[in-house]
């Protein structure tokens, strides 16, 4: 089956760029997902691409994807304090199910 | 929509007793899924529902925890009896075709 794997944890300063990875190993997945959980709170789907897209842009994040090494990344532009959380990576099936998470990625912002 | 509603927010009971956990999804969702969270294993999916029938349950822990869903609109997840280890975070989550997986703010569930 599917396995999805992430960095554990990714400290940057406040303004600079981040940029999360995850790699995984099911070629056939179709969705790839990024959330973003903050403390206490559930979930939240940031964004998503599809596997025939290489890039996708949505105001300060950017999801570049490399199919042949089954990578992905997130990347966040200007981090803030507010984007401080953990990060996850999420790879579906190609009718949109069977969804796997990776083991996240804590994302600490320093002032 | 207001997004997908769990219930209680947070449980706190002793080991041996029933718990039942709720759900309402997104309307017009067609999955729905049931996940635990833990530091020690982190998110785990315990069983998700296409279309109200259960299609992979092989995450539930054991023969404690069942899960149904009657409707589109409602799923209990429950636990009988309950021991301290099932304490965790517990999520429902619902989803439309490849659209991503929609999350509750999940139920708390502490067992002493």
């Known amino acids: 089956g599917e396995d999805v794997e992430q960095s554990l944890f990714l400290s940057v300063r406040e303004g600079d760029s981040s940029v999360i990875n995850c790699t995984y190993t099911?070629?056939?997945?179709?969705?790839l997902y990024w959330y973003k959980q903050e403390p206490g709170a559930g979930l939240q789907l940031l964004t998503y691409?599809?596997?025939?897209?290489d890039m996708k842009q949505d105001q300060r994040l950017t999801v570049l994807l490399n199919k042949k090494d089954k990578h992905l990344s997130l990347r966040i532009a200007d981090t803030q304090t507010g984007d401080s959380a953990i990060y996850f990576c999420?790879?579906?099936?190609?009718?949109?199910?069977?969804?796997?998470f990776g083991p996240g990625t804590r994302l600490s912002v320093l002032p | 929509d207001a997004g997908v509603i769990q219930s209680p927010r947070h449980e706190v009971t002793e080991m041996g007793q029933e718990v039942t956990l709720r759900c309402k999804p997104i309307?017009?969702?067609?999955?729905l899924f049931w996940y635990r969270q833990t530091m020690m294993r982190g998110l785990e999916l315990l069983i998700y529902?296409?279309?109200?029938?259960?299609?992979?349950d092989s995450g539930m822990p054991e023969d404690r925890f069942s899960a149904k869903m009657p409707n589109a609109s409602f799923s209990t997840l429950k636990i009988q009896p309950s021991e301290p280890r099932d304490s965790a975070v517990y999520f429902c989550?619902?989803?439309?075709?490849?659209?991503?997986?929609?999350f509750g703010q999940g139920t708390r569930l502490t067992v002493v």
């Open positions: 989550a619902s989803s439309l075709s490849g659209w991503g997986a929609f």
């Open positions: 099911d070629s056939s997945s179709t969705y």
């Open positions: 691409i599809f596997s025939n897209m």
């Open positions: 999420a790879a579906a099936d190609n009718y949109g199910q069977n969804f796997v």
């Open positions: 309307s017009g969702h067609n999955s």
């Open positions: 529902f296409n279309n109200n029938v259960p299609i992979d």
